[in-house]
């Protein structure tokens, strides 16, 4: 990502798998925590996120703090890895009752099959209701 890609009302936009753009929000606390953070990072880089060497994150670096994140603490039995985020953040959007669709286009899949699986980690009450919006 680049400092560009940051929108001040907290929009940015990402492209995901098969190269599908998308714009996603990140919400207040989201885009304070990103100021706050270029407030202090002392670098003019147009990359966002930099390592401590002042060079621009790479996926595996990414993939690297995961890694760091997952030994220091097994809070989580099977691992730490970037999906899990978004998996959260879906998963609390269905709770919230987001509507399947608004979820759908926020997770940027085409098949709204592809959102009810994410209602897996909802409890079957929870997931027959989404799927009941979905078909009514």
Same mark, same amino acid.
């Given at each position: 990502?680049? $400092?560009?890609? /940051?929108? @001040?009302?907290?929009?940015?936009?990402?492209?995901?798998?098969? =190269?599908?753009? !998308?714009? $996603? @929000?990140?919400?207040?606390?989201?885009?304070? @925590?990103?100021?706050?953070? #270029?407030? /202090? !990072?002392? =670098?003019?880089?147009? =990359?966002? %996120?930099?390592?401590?060497?002042?060079?621009?994150?790479?996926?595996? &670096? #990414?993939?690297?703090?995961?890694?760091?994140?997952?030994? *220091?603490?097994? $809070?989580?039995?099977? &691992? $730490?890895?970037?999906?899990?985020?978004?998996?959260?953040?879906?998963?609390?959007?269905?709770? &919230?009752?987001?509507?399947?669709?608004? /979820?759908?286009?926020?997770?940027?899949?085409?098949?709204?099959?592809?959102? #009810?699986?994410?209602?897996? *980690? #909802?409890? @079957?009450?929870?997931?027959?209701?989404?799927?009941?919006? %979905? %078909?009514?």
């Amino acid at each position: 990502m680049k $400092v560009r890609d /940051v929108q @001040a009302e907290g929009l940015v936009k990402v492209t995901g798998k098969g =190269s599908k753009d !998308r714009v $996603v @929000a990140l919400g207040k606390s989201g885009l304070d @925590a990103i100021s706050s953070y #270029l407030a /202090v !990072r002392d =670098s003019d880089s147009k =990359s966002l %996120w930099l390592t401590e060497s002042r060079t621009p994150l790479t996926y595996h &670096g #990414l993939k690297s703090i995961m890694e760091r994140l997952e030994n *220091a603490d097994p $809070v989580f039995s099977d &691992g $730490v890895y970037a999906h899990r985020f978004r998996h959260t953040a879906i998963t609390r959007l269905l709770r &919230g009752r987001v509507p399947l669709r608004s /979820v759908q286009r926020y997770a940027g899949h085409s098949n709204p099959q592809t959102t #009810l699986r994410y209602a897996q *980690a #909802l409890d @079957a009450e929870e997931a027959i209701e989404m799927v009941n919006q %979905w %078909w009514t």
